[in-house]
């Protein structure tokens, strides 16, 4: 049930989600047309002098201006938001998973690598290649093995627990390979006030699906990465470059995904009139409804 309250401001945590998600998607276009448009030659040139037709990320975003300051506006807006719905994912598996210690501890793992490769994603942000290349290559790597650790974990959880979630209707709408016709579904779904309440449980295969793609795209764009190093081949960083990219669109994809496990939710500002919160009732102490 919802919390009845006197409210100066309630944002439904969907638009929340979508938000959250495209301030570093836009980001992420707009640096790099901008290093293809103005800086070409800079943020395609490597070590090799060979001809590259893409940037890399880490060039994109952290070695010209403006790129470099729309990005980390970017990422410094999205960041908060994304430690909100950590929480949520926090107190939401908590309730899923059974009440035994190795599904709880598996939750604050899961918790922790959320919060950390959001760090992370803000360190490599705030310290460009460029500045600091050590410092960025830690970064980088926490931030990867982060998010790779935290993808598998969070599908491996649910998949244990697949008797807890939700109709096999439900599930297909969610599904990733059906994406417009789960929006569909969606929408046409009644609203029961609460997600949490409920247990609208997040489908697992659209989670699988983004974290094969990522994670396959992640260790093709290794073996470029070291053909360009060893042979120097023509091209073969722009391939790398590539996949770069599509690491990190799936990365954004995934953490798009709370657009439908929170989308009966809101976030509210005001005054609680039904009764005081509780330290038992984390969804009325949120302020989420």
Known sequence: ??????S????PLRHLAVGTVSLPFGAFILCIYLSVRYDFDLATA???????????????????????????AAIALHS?????????YFNFNKRVMPNYRFYQNAVKVNTVLNVVENLALLGLSFVSSKENYDLHKVFFVVFMVCSECYMLLTFLLLRDQKFRLTSHLERQAF???????????LMKRPCCGCA??????????????????????????????YRHNTYCEP?????FAFLEYLVVLTNMAFHMAAYYDFHGHSLVVGTDISSPPTTTDPVRAGGLS
């Open 8 to 11: 100066v401001l309630r944002l």
């Open 46 to 72: 490597t070590h090799c002098g060979v001809p590259n037709y893409l940037p890399s990320i880490s060039s994109a975003i952290g070695e010209f201006i403006p790129q470099r300051y729309i990005w980390r």
């Open 235 to 239: 091209g073969m960083y722009s391939v």
């Open 1 to 6: 049930m919802g919390v009845e309250s006197d």
């Open 80 to 88: 908060a938001p994304r430690f909100l719905l950590a929480a949520m």
């Open 196 to 225: 949490v309440s409920c247990n609208t449980a997040p489908d697992p295969r659209k989670w699988r699906n983004l974290m094969k793609a990522n994670i396959v795209s992640f260790f093709v764009a290794l073996y470029f990465f």
């Open 175 to 185: 599904n990733i390979k059906g994406w417009r016709k789960g929006v569909a579904n």
